[in-house]
């Protein structure tokens, strides 16, 4: 186990002792399949343009969760949009001094501006700390309707775009955001480009086989055939036709293996970081020149 690899298993093992008990899917392991709640998830979002944190409600087959979006840029209608998902457990409208999320380390305070419009997404369950979040994320259907709903929010947000907008629109985000961006292109794929990145289809091997079982009750693992039943998508995810995915992985990574999710993207434009999930996620030079490459590659301006 190279260093990368070590510190994926050391920070999931050092986060297993903080939770305890509240660990995933602890309560509860029953959920309608990830693909087809997320499907009938519906939203309002209001203009696209508008700065400042946008609370909605979106509504899914198993119940309205919370989230919100924060147009963070907007160079104007002539240039392509992106719209974001952050990783799990993060507070990505957190701007504060010690703060660090994935959104600020992409997109905020760089010399250059990304060429795009940029909209930050926020998941439910995390307005709050990670406490509550795990708790939450005791019941399987927390989980899935957090990621459905996150999924509708971004088709939401898509065709808003859309209406103002001739130009390109992009879906990207990282791990947990990664996956709500495939999620998208299964139920939706109504965006010109995806960027997932440290993420794939074959959702619940993370709480079945990979590292992450450190944060997943026992009683859960014990019911994998559930757990995959109700998460993986793989299937649904080769059966899209577009070529218009381009995912990034961790060779590494001990989260999200790149054996395991490789076979997704069969067919598609994929790059692989030398790095693991922890050290990718703080490679913010890579991950960025990675998201600018597809950017500038989908917009119409070039």
């Known amino acids: 186990m190279n260093h990368h690899a070590a510190i994926d298993v050391g920070t999931l093992r050092l986060s297993a002792l903080f939770l305890r008990d509240a660990k995933f899917f602890a309560r509860t392991v029953d959920s309608e399949p990830l693909v087809d709640v997320a499907a009938d998830a519906t939203v309002d979002v209001g203009d696209p343009t508008t700065a400042g944190v946008h609370e909605v409600t979106v509504d899914t087959p198993l119940g309205a969760f919370d989230a919100a979006y924060l147009p963070w840029q907007w160079i104007g209608s002539d240039a392509p ?41 926020r998941a439910p369950f995390h307005a709050g700390s990670n406490t509550e979040y795990a708790r939450a994320m005791g019941d399987l259907e927390n989980f899935v309707g957090m990621l459905a709903a996150s999924a509708g929010l971004v088709e939401a947000l898509a065709a808003r775009v859309g209406d103002r907008s001739a130009q390109p629109v992009l879906a990207s985000g990282i791990s947990l955001g990664g996956f709500a961006t495939n999620v998208h292109r299964v139920c939706f794929d109504h965006v010109d480009a995806y960027i997932p990145i440290f993420a794939g289809a074959a959702l619940a091997d993370l709480f079945v086989a990979s590292a992450y079982r450190a944060l997943t009750a026992e009683s859960a693992r014990r019911q994998s055939a559930k757990l995959r039943d109700a998460l993986d998508f793989v ?57 600018v490459d597809v950017l500038s590659a989908h917009d119409d301006r070039n």
Do not use: M, W
Not at 83 to 96: K, L, Q, V, W
Not at 112 to 119: G, H, K, L, M, S
Not at 254 to 282: C, E, F, M, W
């Open 81 to 121: 949009t992106l719209i974001y998902h952050h990783g799990s457990g993060e507070r990505p409208f957190d701007f504060g001094r010690f703060s660090s999320n994935s959104f600020r380390r992409l997109f905020v305070g760089h010399d250059e501006q990304v060429p795009a419009n940029v909209i930050a997404v």
């Open 235 to 291: 299937d649904s995810f080769t059966a899209v036709d577009d070529t218009d995915c381009y995912p990034l992985l961790a060779r590494h990574d001990r989260i999200v293996a790149l054996d395991r999710q490789r076979p997704s993207y069969d067919g598609l434009s994929l790059s692989v970081l030398n790095k693991g999930h922890v050290t990718g996620s703080l490679a913010t030079g890579a991950l960025r020149e990675h998201v």
